[in-house]
């Protein structure tokens, strides 16, 4: 079992920055894909980003040049650093971990997800 616990979101006017953290609370380095996640209100969930145990990054297309998020095995943690921030950002961001096999954009991949963190991005 992986517990994911995210922090960092808080509302920001348009055109800020957030860095959102989560801590899993076993290794997560060489096996699992880390991935990020938002719903909004009345939404799918839409893939936000991921990055594999060898590095490679993986961005949802609204948030490509933007977002850019990074992995910390030595800490079990993985950030998204979200710049320019826009309202329609505004979602519950949820932190994903998945064995390192699968297709990085896709829920399926992901066993273990976190309890959310709001991001609210005012206009």
């Known amino acids: 079992q992986v517990q994911l616990v995210e922090s960092g979101g808080g509302l920001v006017q348009a055109g800020g920055s957030l860095r959102l953290s989560c801590v899993a609370s076993a290794r997560t380095g060489s096996r699992y894909v880390m991935g990020w996640f938002r719903q909004a209100p009345g939404e799918e969930r839409e893939f936000v980003a991921a990055?594999?145990?060898?590095?490679?990054?993986y961005y949802g297309d609204s948030v490509k040049g933007r977002f850019t998020i990074t992995r910390d095995n030595a800490k079990n943690t993985v950030y998204l650093q979200m710049n320019s921030l826009k309202p329609e950002d505004t979602a519950v961001y949820y932190c994903?971990?998945?064995?390192?096999?699968?297709?990085?954009?896709?829920?399926?991949?992901?066993?273990?997800w976190g309890q959310g963190t709001q991001v609210t991005v005012s206009s």
């Open positions: 990055i594999r145990s060898g590095g490679t990054q």
């Open positions: 994903a971990a998945g064995l390192d096999y699968g297709l990085a954009h896709a829920p399926s991949t992901y066993t273990y």
